[in-house]
């Protein structure tokens, strides 16, 4: 048995999930927490956030996120595939910034217009 | 120049305010907002977890204030950018400045007040030791890092374990520096759980409870920080120094609601909110003036400012048309457990189905019920498996339970179950 919060929601369900049964999730306030308590034992995963560079627009960085989420074990990786990244304004909310992160098939998207 | 609503701060509390005003038929409306666009605090908010409850999906700050911006647009509200509310004054004048328009007077027939907060420094004020570089508030450094494009230390020690705070050490740590330590004083976090595990956990960042910085050294820069344990009473323990190599130190130790304009307009405020003291439709004391979002209260998530903000701008909306609320008064006092209530006040007639109850315990407590009394009478009750003071609470009482009340006020109180 493993506690566990859910991070799917700022409500942050106490989870305890049964390895023995089958990753059964108990402690739950809605079917999300299930998801995310099977997977955070078999295949943890996050969204990221960060910021590129952009010239031309009303700040210097315009934050950017991965559209869907990614292994926790290649945040890293993640993170070293916007360094290189300058974007000239105007950029439009979901736009892609750099496609297929790592082969996983989520790519880093504008998360705002500027 | 006369307008049915205005709304001072275009934060995320200001748009929702002026959405539902807009939507409740307000003709002419205006947000004035000192910052050169809109949106608030959210727009350095970069990390997701927005939005949950009123988009049913997962957005980061700036997402979430685009799509209120967006709905702004479709409606005839004036904003004015890069323009200082200066006082609130008699008669619903709001005097500004901005370099474009210069010095005016407007006058409204309802004001929203949605200024937001500012970050607590007081905790910085009280360590003793240098006073070197590198000690920021972490939505300073939030803002530098985020929009501005300063990297802002590369050894890093955060004091508090608020939300900012948590949410800084990822993002130091995300973008290269070593965040060494999370010391709080209390024996608990003040951050959402959620936060723990994604912030700290995630990336083995170790949070120290029941500690607190005693000394910060060094001449130009910050060089050492020594952090020590603290007693019951939060006096430090001799003989527990830890000390840390760092750079920087980022204070997470608390928000605190913008009021100047609100107490220089006379408006009754609360000492346990640090905000005005509301009815249920967010009215303050001065009848046609409202508050909404982190200026009635700090609250962790916006979700709750919108729908809040809602009802204090349709409720602006219906008084400039002459809709005054008004009626006999319920007092909501605090019980066991329960630090403030917000709103403070509750006119019944004014209660269409059923009026929601902000509040925050004082610990950490499992197993609990939130019960509402009028006098030794139980009203009604709500159970509560895990409470704690990071983490607002809301309850909904239905207005058929308002109507049974014999006295002139309620109380809201925890009790183990
Ligand atoms: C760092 C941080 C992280 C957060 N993380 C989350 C999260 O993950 N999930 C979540 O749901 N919520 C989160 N929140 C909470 C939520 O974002 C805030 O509660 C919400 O933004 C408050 O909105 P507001 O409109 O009341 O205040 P603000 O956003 O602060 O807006 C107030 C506005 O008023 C303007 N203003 C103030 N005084 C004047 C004046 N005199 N004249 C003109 N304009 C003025 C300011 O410039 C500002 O734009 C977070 C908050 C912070 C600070
Ligand atoms: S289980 Fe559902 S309600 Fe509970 S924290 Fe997770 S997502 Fe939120």
Known sequence: MTNLICIVCPKGCHLAVDEEKDFEVTGFGCARGVDYGKKELTNPTRVITSTVKIQGGIHKRLPVKTDRDIPKGMISQAMALLDTVELTSPVKVGEVVVPDICGTGAAWVASRDM | MKYDVIIIGGGPAGLAAACAASEKGAKKIVIIERDKELGGILNQCIHNGFGLHYFKEELTGPEYAGRFVEMLRKTDVEVKLDTMVLEVGQDKVVHCISTREGYQALEGRSIVLSMGCRERTRGAIAIPGDRPAGIFTAGAAQRYVNMEGWMCGKRVVILGSGDIGLIMARRMTLEGAKVLACVELCPYSNGLNRNIVQCLNDYNIPLYLSHTITDIQGKERVE??????????????????????????????????????????????????????????????????????????????????????????????????????????????????????????????????????????????????????????????????????????????????????????????????
């Open chain 2, 224 to 417: 050492k920080v020594v952090v020590s344990k603290v007693d019951e009473n939060r006096a430090p323990i001799p003989g527990s120094e830890i000390v840390f190599d760092c750079d920087t130190v980022l204070l997470s130790v608390g928000l605190i609601p913008e009021n100047e304009l609100t107490r220089s307009a006379g408006i009754a405020m609360d000492r346990r909110t640090n905000g005005a003291i509301v009815f249920e439709n967010m009215e303050t004391s001065v009848p046609g003036v409202f508050g909404c979002g982190n200026v009635v209260h700090v609250h962790d998530l916006v979700d709750f400012v919108t729908a809040e903000s809602m009802r204090a701008g349709a409720a602006a909306a219906q008084y400039a048309v002459g809709q005054e609320a008004g009626g006999p008064v319920l007092e909501v006092k605090t019980g066991n457990c329960v630090t403030y209530t917000v709103p403070q006040h509750i006119r019944r007639e004014n209660v269409e189905k059923t009026v929601e109850v902000f509040f925050r315990v004082d610990n950490v407590y499992r197993d609990m019920v939130i019960q509402v009394k009028d006098g030794e009478n139980l009203l009604c009750q709500f159970k509560r498996e895990h409470m704690a003071p990071g983490e607002m609470e809301k309850i909904v009482i239905p207005r058929v339970h308002l109507d049974k009340v014999q006295g002139e006020n309620i109380t809201i109180t925890v009790e183990k179950q």
